[in-house]
Nanobody, 120 residues
């Protein structure tokens, strides 16, 4: 079982930026794709960004052009840079291991989540 620990959430004004980090418990990055998902109150959890071990990325339309996923395999860490944040980006953000890149179907392992609130 993969252990995933997210950090970096918080309160930010509309138009602002945040950077989330996800640290994995063991060396999975040479094998697994990684992803970030989010869940807003009353909504289903959805993947918004995924990255393969070689750095190929895919994004949900709702965040394309504003969010950037990246990874540091030496540090077992995946990042989500979020810019031009909107109130509708408010959600708990979760790290996900082994998602399917093309269909953006999540894998079975999730972190505990970090809250992102976009509000003035």
């Amino acid at each position: 079982q993969v252990q995933l620990v997210e950090s970096g959430g918080g309160l930010v004004q509309p138009g602002g930026s945040l950077r989330l980090s996800c640290a994995a418990s063991r060396r999975i990055f040479n094998i697994y794709a990684m992803g970030w998902g989010r869940q807003a109150p009353g909504k289903q959890r959805e993947l918004v960004a995924v990255i393969t071990g070689s750095g190929i990325t895919n994004y949900a339309d709702s965040v394309k052009g504003r969010f950037t996923i990246s990874r540091d395999n030496a540090k077992n860490t995946v990042y989500l840079e979020m810019n031009s944040l909107k109130p509708e980006d408010t959600a708990v953000y979760y790290c996900n291991a082994a998602p399917t890149i093309v269909t953006m179907t999540p894998g079975s392992s999730w972190g505990q989540g970090t809250q992102v609130t976009v509000s003035s």
